[in-house]
């Protein structure tokens, strides 16, 4: 072929290096069944669900109608970051799911971020509609620079760490996924949710610290 003197000794090596004599100690063996991963999977899945739906009653608790739809708005990037993970081809396991609730915190600090600027610009004096436009504002930096670094994380985690592919890989798409839901799609929501209902109150707004 076309080896060189050089290549071909590393080539005898390497072949050699597997006839050498070691003793082997068994200290375990763990076989895992397909069916036993399934049910793991099952089970993370599950407990996913009912964060989900815990995040979403807190935060139609605390933040009324605004909270609802901000919840809305999480369940749309969650899908959205599951249809562009499948677009990818990527394999939907622990790691994935791990990574996609790391996202989903994300998102509720955003939305928490949001709703307590609107908040606070409400107790100022100001209408909803102003309140939210300035709470947007005030807050859109915070968001940008959470989602950036977990981008960024990501794609160091992809080129350096093999093992959690997967994980890094949700985290990238996830990560860009919330940036443009929370940024946009839940602001024209909660843009078009103030023209139909403009009473502070259903932001979560206490009407005493109105007053």
Do not use: H
């Amino acid at each position: 072929g076309n080896f060189s003197e050089r290549t071909a000794e590393m080539t005898v090596n390497l072949i050699n290096s597997g006839t050498l004599d070691y003793d082997l100690n068994v200290v375990q063996i763990s076989t895992i069944e397909a069916d036993y991963a399934a049910k793991s999977l099952n089970k993370v899945l599950i407990a996913s669900l009912i964060i989900v739906i815990l995040v979403a009653i807190a935060l139609s608790v605390y933040y009324k109608l605004g909270g609802l739809v901000s919840a809305v708005s999480i369940l749309f990037n969650t899908f959205l970051s599951l249809t562009l993970y499948t677009v990818f081809k990527g394999i939907i396991n622990q790691q994935a799911i791990a990574a996609l609730i790391v996202s989903f915190g994300i998102a509720i600090d955003a939305v928490i971020i949001v709703l307590e600027r609107v908040k606070n610009e409400l107790y100022n004096g100001k209408k909803l509609d102003r309140a939210l436009t300035e709470g947007y504002k005030k807050s859109i930096t915070s968001i940008v620079d959470a989602n950036i670094v977990a981008f960024l994380l990501a794609i160091i985690l992809f080129f350096f760490g093999s093992s959690i592919s997967s994980f890094s890989l949700m985290l990238a798409l996830s990560s860009v996924c919330t940036l443009v839901t929370m940024t946009i799609v839940n602001k024209l929501i909660l843009c078009y949710l103030v023209k139909l209902n403009s009473n502070p109150l259903s932001f979560g707004a206490k009407k005493a610290y109105l007053e």
